[in-house]
């Protein structure tokens, strides 16, 4: 079961009345110092805060009615969950959201603001995917997955649609595309938009390093997993093995997969600071971390890189900021 | 002289090649404990930092070809000065401007980074309009005031039409507007445009607290200065007296003044961050905060607030954030 291009025209449909179409930025001191036209696409300023809520709003939004009643499940790192309880709210059904205990404050608070019942765990010696099945079997939820489901990655890739949309109606088109990856639904879903629209354009996943559990699945072919316990100040990508979806889809279209270390995100942060005015979270700004640190050749190239959420703590901030001295 | 809805319009059509259209953001937490629908117009995203740019650019835009060529001279404590270095290098002409030598470093580096020559003064004890004026006569460069002139106020203006064209776009009539004022140039222009278009409509300059020159000029009928030495943590709104032409629009179209305090300035940057996702300077933050500190009552009111520009440093940016605890 794959994504096509008809399936996000389909989700930008159903999702035009509740995601914001976000700006597509650019800073002229940045693509003097790149030597390369750098266009950042701000989810950062998505509701609720990522461009989760495109996937979770399009998969409930399919849901048929009577067992999209009985409400939904879902587990998240953060993001996904704020976006799968936002997206319920708006169908007024009752959502559970399965989360680490260590997740951040800001997002364990969003997701009980929204009116969802949170259900915490611990991210080292429970597995999230067994209690979300025991709390959809129990209770007869709908389980929303974070990026392994054709109705998510379609939904996503509208960030790709509106990408290529937007740099069309300046006459432009990307060379090169770069969004964060975890489970890998964002990066495959914007991979299938821009692709389909531009087909020369080389899109690639951004991982933590040493958590590049897609850099190494491409590489053997089959997926891989990381690590256990491996850890990176991108608490939204700490996914154990890419997505079976994503991957299909990825092996296919990616140019391949880069990674990112926690000072280069921290620096890319900085910069989302100082020259785009974004507050950019750590996983969020691994697609700008890889261009501005040189993993991939921009020079002449027009750059998209998808700046993908807004949801980090004071403390982690301050660390971005305490590199601009 | 005065500024009129045309004078807007044709400004808005010299901007549209060099301007971002910024987005008006809103944000369903905000939304709920305001009891209101606040929309906050994001012009912290405007190319190089503020909206400062739209004003320098549709004077510069006007000057003879014969004076522009001999360049510009600007005195300014920070985001006017990017704005008219970058207009005057649009028209590959010389800047001189004028700056305190206390601004925040990213000012004065981004100013020089943009190609113009930078002269610092004293704040406490030196007249900046002496030395602009000394320099424009013995250079022949043509001065670009920060506000007290129509062209520039007209520029500005540009931020209230596309508030209120965005939101006819979604429906909706404004009912209150409310952009920071030192000299009140923006805020000036955004009620010729938001008055012309929405009559009804309060609009507000929002003053720093010791500062409320515009709020004892409308008192007293007349202009009046701060006292000297007042210190803000609005390095932005730091002017002594209300502009000539901008008080001459205001007395008639201002609903009032409001002032705010430096720690209300900065919980509104903090909410900025953690709601927005936005860097706001604490100028710019001013009129967010007059909402938020309860200032006007909004309650079940279409309200706008301008964030009118990012240019902060990290030591100030911290403050903001240590107030989330």
Known sequence: MSVTIDDIRAAAARLAPVVRRTPLLTDDFVNEQLGARLYLKAECLQRFGSFKLRGAYNTVAQLEPDARKRGVVAFSSGNHAAATAAAARMFGVPAVIVMPADAPAAKLAQTRALGAEVVTYDRATEDREAIGAALAAERGLAMVKPFDDARVIAGQGTVGLEIV???AALGVTPDIVLACASGGG??????VAVKAQAP???????EPVG????????????????????????D???????????????????????SVSDDEILDAMALGFQRFRL????GGAAALAAVLSGKVDVKGKTVVVVASGGGVDTATFSRALARLG
Chains 1, 2 share one sequence.
Do not use: C, M
């Open 165 to 167: 949309e937007d740099l």
């Open 186 to 191: 964002l990066a495959a879903g914007v991979a």
């Open 200 to 206: 020369d354009a080389k899109v690639y996943p951004v």
């Open 211 to 234: 958590h590049d559990d897609l850099a190494r699945s491409l590489a053997a072919g089959a997926r891989v997993a990381n690590a256990p316990g491996v850890r990176s100040i991108a």
């Open 236 to 258: 939204a990508l700490l996914v154990a093995t890419p997505g079976e979806i994503p991957f299909e889809i990825g092996r296919r279209l990616w140019a391949g997969a880069l």
């Open 279 to 282: 507050v950019i979270e750590p």
